[in-house]
């Protein structure tokens, strides 16, 4: 079992910066990768960013230039370091753990979850 803690959530105003961890515990997929999602009441759980044991990222489009995904070897703690935020942004985060490095965008590609983080972006 993995288990994965988010933390750093928060409110925050257009145009500021927050910074997200995930620590994992137990057991590691050490050549894996773990990704940030984000999901609001009523709609489906959606893809921010991935980062694997090799340091390779993916970001969402509206994300791009904005956020920053970071990782430690071998994947014990996760970063998503948020800039420019926008209202828009305002969601819960989670990240979650996944066995494989390839990309992966969809929620069931992952393995482990965490509880999630809320974060508010005022306007």
């Known amino acids: 079992q993995v288990q994965l803690v988010e933390s750093g959530g928060g409110l925050v105003q257009t145009g500021g910066s927050l910074r997200l961890a995930c620590a994992a515990s137990?057991?590691?997929?050490?050549?894996?990768?773990m990704g940030w999602f984000r999901q609001v009441p009523g709609k489906e759980r959606e893809f921010v960013a991935i980062i694997n044991w090799l340091g390779r990222t993916e970001y969402r489009d509206d994300v791009k230039g904005r956020f920053t995904a970071i990782a430690d070897k071998p994947l014990n703690t996760l970063f998503l370091q948020m800039n420019d935020l926008k209202p828009e942004d305002s969601a819960v985060y989670y990240c979650?753990?996944?066995?494989?490095?390839?990309?992966?965008?969809?929620?069931?590609?992952?393995?482990?979850w965490g509880q999630g983080t809320q974060v508010t972006v005022s306007s």
């Open positions: 137990g057991r590691r997929f050490g050549r894996g990768a």
């Open positions: 979650g753990a996944r066995r494989y490095d390839d990309s992966a965008y969809f929620p069931n590609e992952y393995d482990y």
